[in-house]
């Protein structure tokens, strides 16, 4: 009987024990470089002896397997896999096969390993290493993939240090793939007395995504810059769903990296970074300098690659991460989406962005990183290359201007509308920034272009400190008379007042271009020829003098009416003209007396001008028909007794008048002046009818013209046309009156 019991125990004792299944979990068919870094991962739950077991490949070549297994372990080959068409054996001393792999080719000579990853179609994945860690497999297409092997997965962890209490916190987004019960999560760091924390238990539903935030409290409040980070996921069912290990490292360690939790894998690789800035020193940046960095990232996997990001980073000394603060041009900002990279394929992404003005001065770390937003950046990111100083980052100076030339900057310039057309009102709108090393009370501004026919200028008597901006306009029109095509202007400062002068301006102008479109052909027109009659004579200034008073004329070209070409309209259009007409005054300028288009900028329009004024021009000197037009006029008094007071002041004409024979009646407007011969003073510029009248004489008629301080003869020869019935009166005999 005691046989028996002591038999009894033995099997009840075996029934209760753990039974752990020992697994091939993980090979490295073909490394990168050469083939003595192969290694073959091998998995058992609890502790197992290896000196029992043994590897063989597919051509009979056998490992001796020694020491003890508990989870993971991992044995180091040379030269043992064939890398393609290989199948693996774990064998126990009786030549019994306890686990195999499916046949497994890697001609990639990389670092991919392939991982036991049961959701897929022959149970193995070929992907980034995991090195002692739960395999992570994405997912296959088949089923539910990755997915399904693990309940539950972390998607993304975030750190946030207090310094002051010495905690630090992570905050674990986790995904479950399974309904789970009781699930927990525990987070420590490697070594002795080192923090850690778990959660209390909680229940995930597949599908959904849970929060999770773990405390760690550093002794002597020190934490510290770079460290290893474990969490393990597990559940009362399950045991351990998940354990993962983190190398963490902060942006105050030399040994800095991007990527939240250290590189973790290696497919996508940052093969090229150039940084372009445009003040020529790419690793001096100053303040509004603009900078481009292209970042070129290859896929180096068989497969395609899907949702790549590539994010930009630049921390300053204290550790914060300031690239927010940057004022990007590119859409996506310090995050561009490049899509989908084919397989053995690269694209190419780009930052776009200036320096602000009001950003702290001193050494920044610039940082890159790419990752799948497909896997999750805590599964697959890098952020290395050998275009960065340190391979994780770029040290970058940031400095003020130190040239005074050019501590007044303008950016961000704007011009409304634009493009433009001929005649608009031009609104430009621009920054002034202070990036110097002086404060200013006082700037003058200046907007040129010789092409706009611009120079206009405005001072600034605002304080613009270190880094401040400043909003500054100015307004203008475009002429009329231009090329469509881009036109160049400029802004440049004075500033440095003191003692009643500026001793600094800016080195060179901004430039900025406008472009100019649909600008109409240039009108043709007589200058001076303000009622558009085809002519130039005293009813222009009439024309002009009315319109400026708003009652009365119409200006429809009023590049005609511009007669001394200065760009306006105004009452000394009007002068110019009688000057020009009366006193012998300049000459009015081009297009005159031919028709042409006006070759001076302004901003002046010609809506009409009919094809019948191409006549040519000429003067009619007609100042006592205007006198009477201006007094007639509704004009205003002020214009009215301005312009016949003018048109008094011109010096007047003399008409000589004899007749053959003598003792013609004479008339000159129909208005009786006498017996001719007769002389006939003070009459205004302008033309006349003369008409003398003697009896047995046919009427005489005749207009002429009375030039200003010049004397008109007019000399009769009477036809008779019966005896004269009377004696020619004798001159004292009549009297008449004028």
């Known amino acids: 009987m005691k046989t028996k019991a002591f038999l009894l125990t033995i099997i009840i004792l075996l029934a209760i024990s753990p039974v752990y299944a020992l697994l091939i979990n993980e090979i490295e068919l073909n490394p990168e470089g050469i083939n003595e870094n192969e290694w073959i991962e091998l998995y058992n739950e609890g502790i197992i002896p290896l000196t029992n077991y043994y590897i063989e490949n597919s051509a009979g070549k056998i490992i001796k397997l020694n020491e003890d297994v508990s989870e993971y372990r991992t044995i180091a080959v040379s030269n043992f896999f064939i890398n393609s068409n290989e199948k693996i054996f774990l064998k126990n001393n009786e030549g019994q096969i306890i686990d195999e792999t499916p046949i497994l080719s890697d001609s990639g000579d990389n670092y991919k390993t392939w991982s036991r990853c049961p959701g897929f179609s022959n149970g193995w994945f070929l992907g980034p290493p995991t090195f002692g860690e739960t395999n992570i497999c994405p997912d296959s297409g088949e089923g539910d993939g990755g997915g399904a092997l693990i309940p539950v997965i972390i998607k993304d962890i975030l750190f946030e240090k207090d310094e002051e209490a010495g905690e630090l916190h992570a905050r674990l987004t986790i995904k479950a793939n399974k309904d789970v019960e009781d699930v927990r999560i525990r987070a420590w760091i490697d070594g002795e007395n080192e923090p850690s924390d778990t959660t209390s238990r909680f229940d995930v539903i597949e599908g959904r995504n849970y929060l999770q935030t773990l405390t760690l409290i550093f002794p002597l409040k020190n934490i510290p810059q770079e460290f290893i980070l474990n969490v393990r996921i597990e559940s009362r069912e399950l045991g351990k769903i998940l354990e993962r290990i983190f190398r963490i490292s902060f942006p105050d360690s030399p040994n800095f990296n991007f990527c939240k939790v250290g590189e973790t894998r290696r497919d996508l690789r940052i093969s090229n970074i150039n940084i372009d800035n445009s003040a020529d020193d790419d690793e001096e940046w100053e303040f509004l300098n603009n900078i481009e960095i292209e970042v070129d990232i290859e896929n180096v996997d068989e497969d395609d690659i899907n949702d790549i990001i590539v994010e930009l980073g630049l921390f300053d000394p204290k550790g914060r991460n300031q690239v927010g603060d940057l004022e990007f041009k590119n859409v996506d900002e310090e995050k561009v989406n490049l ?187 007589i200058r001076g020829d303000s009622n558009i009659d085809g002519k130039v004579d005293i009813s222009d200034s009439i024309n002009t003098l009315s319109w400026l008073s708003f009652e009365e004329g119409k200006i429809m070209c009023q590049d005609a009416a511009d007669a001394n070409d200065d760009g306006k309209i105004d009452i000394t259009d009007s002068l110019y003209t009688l000057n020009f007409l009366f006193n012998g005054g300049l000459s009015i300028s081009e297009p005159y007396p031919a028709l042409g288009i006006d070759t001076t900028l302004d901003i002046l329009t010609c809506e009409f001008y009919p094809v019948q004024a191409m006549g040519g021009g000429g003067s009619i000197d007609k100042v006592k028909d205007a006198i009477n037009e201006a007094k007639s006029s509704g004009m205003n008094n002020e214009i009215k007794s301005f312009f016949v007071s003018y048109l008094d002041s011109i010096p007047k004409g003399t008409l000589s008048i004899s007749s053959y024979p003598s003792y013609a009646y004479t008339y000159v407007d129909n208005v009786y002046k006498g017996i001719a011969p007769i002389s006939i003073t003070n009459l205004a510029p302008g033309n006349y009818n003369v008409k003398l009248v003697k009896p047995g004489y046919a009427t005489y008629s005749k207009t002429v013209s009375i030039q200003s301080g010049k004397v008109t003869t007019v000399s009769a020869l009477l036809a008779q046309t019966s005896p004269n019935p009377y004696p020619s009166p004798s001159p004292q005999l009549f009297y008449y009156k004028n």
Do not use: H
């Open 339 to 525: 899509g989908t990279i084919k397989a053995k394929d690269k694209e190419t992404a780009i930052f776009l962005f200036r320096i602000p003005s009001d950003i702290e001065l001193g050494n920044y770390k610039l940082v890159i990183k790419t990752y799948s937003d497909d896997w999750g950046e805590v599964n697959q990111c890098t952020s290395i290359s050998d275009d960065l100083d340190n391979n994780s980052f770029q040290i970058i100076n940031i400095d003020r201007e130190e040239d005074e030339g050019k501590f007044i900057a303008f950016d961000n310039i704007r011009l409304v509308p634009s493009p433009a057309t001929c005649g608009d009102n031009i609104k430009l709108i621009a920054d002034m920034y202070n990036i110097g090393d002086f404060n200013q009370d006082r700037i003058k501004v200046k907007l040129t272009s010789p092409e706009l026919n611009l120079n206009l200028e405005q001072e600034i008597l605002e304080d613009l400190d270190q880094g401040d901006k400043n909003i500054i306009t100015f307004e203008f029109v475009i002429p009329r008379n231009l090329e469509n095509k881009d036109y160049v202007l400029g802004l440049e400062a004075e500033y440095d007042y003191r003692n009643s002068s500026y001793r600094e301006v800016s080195d060179e102008s901004t430039k900025f271009t406008l472009k100019i479109e649909e600008c109409s052909p240039l009108p043709f027109f």
